[in-house]
């Protein structure tokens, strides 16, 4: 099966922050679930190099835009590359391959007929790059997202027949009813389709920095043309001298926030009908992490820096936060402070106690070898079961709910941890005629821990892959609990999260 995740592409008029790094965590933890589960997968994310915002920022500065976007382009490829993301490809919308098809896939929406040419009168943001309906509009006809005043703008350009696909979307949303999850932001663009669509504005004339019209140069592309078309234009050229297109179009399933639901959830599809060209398999819309309390924390200060984070309790801390505070799809406050307690109850407590105890049990007790026994079974079923975990965390990641996917791997931790306590190892190991009921134990705990660490894989790709070294398991698929018998050989690693010093 082919799995094709995208981020959008990051608006290189700013730095990247901590909004970015979570899209960019999430996707890459569906692309490497995608992959234990031996799916054909291509994770794509990327720059929008293009319009208003970046002409205006680079004007500010005094350089070109095109100075700026090389300039800021690789930031945005370094906070890919610092939160640990897998991503085959790096797409910038000023890269010609990119450009010369946009051209290409425009000038077929024109021979087909969708595009007109009119007068256009609208309250525009150029912060947004976008026009804002009567209906958008914040109080006293400003920005509702950037709370600046907004000017009603007319002008002679061209305009993409949105109208035209009213019926062709309420079909494609009739039918594939996980087209956009989760469910409340699905309603919230059938909504949209049903008030009845406005076309929408696909040119500008007082704009420099953008594509020029391929059947009219003296117009420049409204950029979310250019920036959407990017999730089809990279196959074309992601790999010298291959074409993906038809390996991964349209395998697509794009994560994004909720801000840019509109683009992404009704003029999307819609342009790549009027292309020719099917429409995404899906895609989910997550919310915000809204900076919560201020308070003091006692390693990283007031305020959350994601690349402070990474730099002190490395990305698989970060990845794992974001996606374990807030539950994906809603809006949720992350801080300081939280990020602490998280880090030291679950990852240094709960997982990283649970990982040391048993490669130091089975070294001290086993001489590093695990033991030759069957899988206990009071482990695997019954509430927090090991049995069944792969299953489970692999449906509710196809059903992009990756925190829910989460909670279901801690309530094994918790199990496994609960085990040790119950079953007291160390008192077993005291007792010579307890020797079988110990091999089993431990043979119990190496087998649960190994099959939650691949289910971890994807969250915290780092520490999972060192204790899977350390555990003897050289395989990172996902596995059902008893699928593995002993034998391997197991070595004691330092924490894979080490306290918080005081
Ligand atoms: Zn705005």
Redesign the pocket.
């Known amino acids: 099966m082919a799995f094709y995740v995208t981020t959008p592409i990051y608006y290189v008029n700013a730095e990247p922050h901590l909004g970015h790094a979570y899209t960019t965590i999430a996707a890459d933890v569906f692309a490497r679930h995608m992959r234990q589960r031996g799916d054909d997968v291509f994770f794509l994310t990327g720059t929008d190099e293009h319009g208003e915002p970046v002409e205006l920022a680079a004007e500010r500065e005094g350089i070109s835009p095109q100075e700026l976007a090389d300039r800021n382009a690789p930031r945005f490829e370094a906070m890919a590359a610092s939160v640990n993301a897998s991503n085959d490809f790096f797409i910038r919308t000023s890269d010609e391959r990119h450009t010369d098809r946009v051209a290409e896939i425009m000038q077929r929406v024109h021979d087909n007929g969708h595009v007109y040419e009119g007068a256009y009168e609208g309250w525009y ?1 150029p ?2 790059a ?1 026009f804002k309906t009567e209906r958008e509009l914040g109080p006293g006809n400003t ?1 509702p ?2 709370e ?1 005043p907004l000017e009603l703008e007319r002008e002679q350009n061209w305009f993409f027949k949105l109208s035209a696909f009213e019926d062709d979307l309420k079909r494609l949303y009739a039918e594939r009813p996980d087209f956009v999850v989760p469910d409340f932001r699905r309603n919230e663009a059938v909504a949209f389709i049903e008030r009845g669509l406005q076309d929408v504005s696909l040119s500008r004339s007082k704009l420099n920095w953008g594509m020029p019209l391929p059947w009219d140069r003296s117009q420049r592309m409204y950029v979310w043309f250019d920036a959407l078309l990017n999730y089809v234009t990279a196959l074309a050229f992601a790999r010298e001298g291959q074409d993906l297109t038809e390996r991964f179009w349209p395998a697509a399933f794009h994560v994004l926030a909720k801000d840019i639901l509109k683009f992404h959830a009704v003029i999307w599809p819609a342009l790549l009908m009027a292309a020719g060209l099917q429409p995404p398999r899906g895609m989910v819309i997550h919310g915000y992490l809204l900076m919560g309390e201020k308070k003091m924390s006692k390693s990283l200060g007031n305020v959350l820096d994601p690349f402070e984070v990474i730099e002190r309790f490395g990305a698989d801390a970060l990845r794992f936060y974001c996606l374990r505070e807030v539950s994906f799809g809603q809006d949720g406050s992350v801080s300081a402070p939280g990020f602490e307690a998280r880090y030291e109850s679950e990852l240094a407590n709960d997982f990283g106690n649970l990982a040391s105890r048993t490669l130091a049990m089975l070294d001290r007790y086993r001489d590093g070898v695990v033991p030759e026994a069957g899988p206990d079974p009071a482990l695997a079923g019954g509430e927090g079961g090991i049995e069944g975990l792969a299953a489970e965390v692999s449906e509710l990641i196809d059903r992009a709910e990756p925190s829910q996917a989460l909670e279901a791997i801690w309530a094994r931790v918790r199990r496994l941890n609960r085990y040790v306590e119950e079953t007291r190892p160390f008192d077993l190991a005291k007792d010579e005629a307890q020797a079988g009921r110990l091999d089993q134990v431990l043979a119990s705990l190496a087998e649960g821990v190994r099959v939650v660490t691949l289910a971890l894989v994807p969250f915290i790709p780092d520490a999972a892959g060192r204790l899977l070294d350390a555990l003897g398991e050289p395989e990172r698929t996902l596995a059902e609990f008893g699928s593995r018998g002993g034998g391997a050989r197991v070595e004691r690693i330092p924490p894979l999260f080490p306290k918080i010093e005081d």
Request: hydrophobic share 25%; charged share 25%; glycine share 0%.
């Open positions: 943001c912060r947004c976008d920005c997202i950037h600046i």
